[in-house]
């Protein structure tokens, strides 16, 4: 760790567009307790009998989408009206960049564009998925000789419309030596039907240069310009403090030295590194990029994994992470020490925790990947881009651990081809947070999501006695005695553009339902997950057969992935396979970080039952008693003030 947005700002969903990889962090203002049962086990009913021809007419309602992805930081206070914290390039070229800050009282997003090089006007927007069909647009453009901004929208077909509500509100324009500054604003919500609303996640925010005068908004088509493209970034920012940092901070710097980025758009790059032989324990408690310069709009997103303490040595490595010269062990470097996507700011840990790295029970051995974003496949660009570690010798009261949330990366979790929104779950069951975390509980202060290029929507819900208490990744509040909790993480994907099932797995061409949760004191407990129980699966496949014209293999030695590759995805096969996930017995792991599973039976165990679901939050709208005309505002280039 990648919902539709929704177009209608009153309807609480969110979408991802395909990428190739999502990764988000939230924050919370506080930290959430998750605990273990004091008293005794509650007696599940047993795991009722599946019968598969019931199965077949059951029909899994899908769950509107939303998304994330990227890494958030617990990061920053909420800054002032008049400056701009947050910053990232537009296009890959950097000719558009983006700043922006947070107004949460007024609930307020303020916008600034700088245009290094404008002809006759530019495009900002958001839409589902980033198209630009169907969009909520900001747009500046020039006749020749006078220029204009609007709210807008576009149609199915790409052409522009003036909005009947002007949400986008100008707050000026003015040219520097750099080039030409833009400053609007917009609420989070409006409750205009074509208006996106802004929430906490992933947004998809799209661009485009005019290069020709405009006579109208009106005579604007998006199919037909040529300089366009697409950025994800989380608009709304963690509004906490920064915690205080020890005065004896050392960094160390991970970074993959002179790279040359291959001129693809999608590149995953893996670079071995390893710590001074007998580097002590230390605790790392902030982290922050280091991106080489002019490649900030390529550097999409980078971690740091430490390697398993089982192995000795590891190769040396320095290469395309999906190489076939890639060594296998490197495979078994996946413990997240750091991670960052673009648009995040430096992470911090709170005061009372940090994480441990260094010492003899943990590995010296370090995995940096770097994912590289170049859509305009340009040639020559060398990179050392990577990540500062602070730490201290001088340990806090606590170690934070990272617990792995979600799915087992197996072929039995699955997304047949052509699916606008696929939903599968992963559970962390009460059994297993009963067993393996302490009396007191444990406290969770971030959440890192994961999946790989299908992802629209991660998101993991914590729950206790069948009702839904809290969404983890976003939860802002303490909560001191929740027992027997089950920990839900659901993904949501898309395969409209696959014609073959997307099976789970570490691949990139995989997929992975992730949720990586921040927490203290540290457990022995490093995973819990769950999958399909595999014999119910392969009861679908004889089911398949049984009912389709074509052969699915169903022999023992052939593989589920060709298994999956064989069946016809028919409305029937599709139905039955969303409904057999949707309550089907579940394989638990409830692993220590050995690798090694917490004694007990963890087969075939029934889904948790929810009896309670959290509501839907009410949306917030924006009443204007006076609304402006539905006319463009005027806009008069001043120049920048001396400084």
């Not at 324990?281 to 994994?305: D, L, Q, R, S």
């Not at 940090?354 to 170049?374: C, K, Q, T």
């Not at 929810?610 to 402006?628: N, V």
């Amino acid at each position: 760790m990648y919902p539709e947005f929704r177009r209608s700002s009153c309807c609480y969903a969110r979408s991802l567009k395909r990428r190739n990889t999502i990764l988000q962090q939230k924050t919370a203002t506080g930290t959430l307790s998750i605990g273990r049962s004091s008293g005794r086990r509650r007696m599940r009913p047993s795991c009722p009998a599946l019968k598969l021809r019931e199965v077949a007419s059951m029909y899994l309602t899908m769950l509107a989408v939303f998304l994330v992805v990227l890494v958030a930081a617990l990061q920053g206070t909420d800054p002032p009206e008049n400056s701009f914290p947050y910053r990232v390039p537009l296009d890959p070229e950097g000719v558009l960049e983006l700043s922006w800050n947070v107004s949460y009282p007024l609930e307020e997003v303020h916008f600034q564009i700088l245009a290094r090089e404008l002809k006759y006007g530019l495009i900002f927007g958001m839409s589902d998925r980033g198209d630009f069909e169907n969009a909520d647009l900001a747009v500046l453009w020039s006749n020749g000789v006078r220029s204009y901004f609007a709210d807008a929208w576009s149609d199915q077909k790409g052409r522009l419309h003036m909005d009947s509500q002007q949400n986008y509100k100008l707050l000026g324009a003015h040219k520097a030596p750099e080039g030409l500054y833009l400053l609007f604003k917009r609420p989070f919500g409006t409750c205009d039907p074509k208006d996106y609303l802004i929430e906490d996640g992933t947004v998809h925010l799209i661009y485009a240069i005019l290069e020709k005068p405009v006579p109208s908004l009106e005579d604007i088509n998006m199919s037909g310009i040529l300089r366009k493209g697409l950025q994800r970034v989380q608009l709304l920012k963690p509004n906490i403090s920064l915690p205080e940092l020890p005065g004896n901070l050392k960094t160390m710097e991970i970074r993959a030295p002179d790279v040359v980025i291959p001129n693809q758009e999608t590149t995953y790059w893996c670079y071995m590194t390893e710590l001074p032989d007998g580097f002590p324990k230390h605790h790392i408690v902030m982290y922050e990029p280091v991106i080489t310069e002019g490649n900030e709009a390529i550097v999409h997103h980078m971690e740091i994994f430490q390697c398993a303490a089982s192995f000795e040595t590891f190769p040396r490595y320095s290469g395309p992470c999906d190489s076939k010269m890639k060594p296998e062990r490197l495979n078994y470097c996946r413990h997240v020490l750091a991670a960052w996507a673009m648009g995040a700011q430096a992470f911090y840990y709170p005061e009372e925790a940090g994480l441990a790295f260094g010492g003899p029970s943990s590995s010296r051995y370090l995995r940096l990947e770097v994912h590289y974003h170049n859509p305009l496949k340009l040639k020559d660009h060398r990179d050392s881009s990577g990540i500062r570690l602070y730490y201290t010798a001088s340990l806090r009261p606590n170690d934070a651990g990272i617990m792995e949330l979600g799915l087992v990366y197996t072929p039995v979790m699955a997304i047949p081809p052509g699916e606008s929104s696929f939903n599968l779950t992963g559970y962390c069951t009460d059994k297993c947070t009963e067993m393996a975390l302490p009396e007191t509980g444990i406290h969770v202060f971030a959440s890192q999501l994961h999946t790989h290029l299908t992802g629209r929507r991660v998101v993991t819900v914590l729950s206790r006695q069948g009702r839904e208490q809290e969404i983890l990744n976003i939860d802002n509040h303490y909560s001191p005695h929740f027992q027997g909790d089950v920990l839900t993480t659901t993904c949501t994907y898309n395969t409209e553009e696959r014609t073959q099932a997307t099976v789970g797995g570490f691949s990139i061409t995989e997929e992975m339902c992730v949720n990586y949760i921040h927490y203290y004191p540290r457990t022995e407990l490093e995973l819990c997950k769950s999958a399909i129980d595999l014999g119910y699966l392969r009861r679908y496949f004889s089911l398949v057969n049984r009912f389709d014209d074509e052969e699915v293999c169903t022999c023992p030695e052939t593989s589920v992935t060709q298994q999956f590759s064989s069946v016809p995805w028919n409305s029937f096969n599709r139905d039955v396979l969303k409904s057999l996930y949707d309550f089907a017995p579940i394989s638990v792991h409830c692993n220590k970080s050995s690798a090694v599973q917490f004694p007990g039976e963890w087969e075939k165990q029934p889904l948790p039952t929810i009896t309670e679901r959290l509501p839907d939050p009410a949306p917030h709208c924006e009443h204007d008693p006076h609304p402006l005309p539905t006319t463009p505002a005027l806009v008069k280039l001043e120049k920048a003030a001396a400084k």
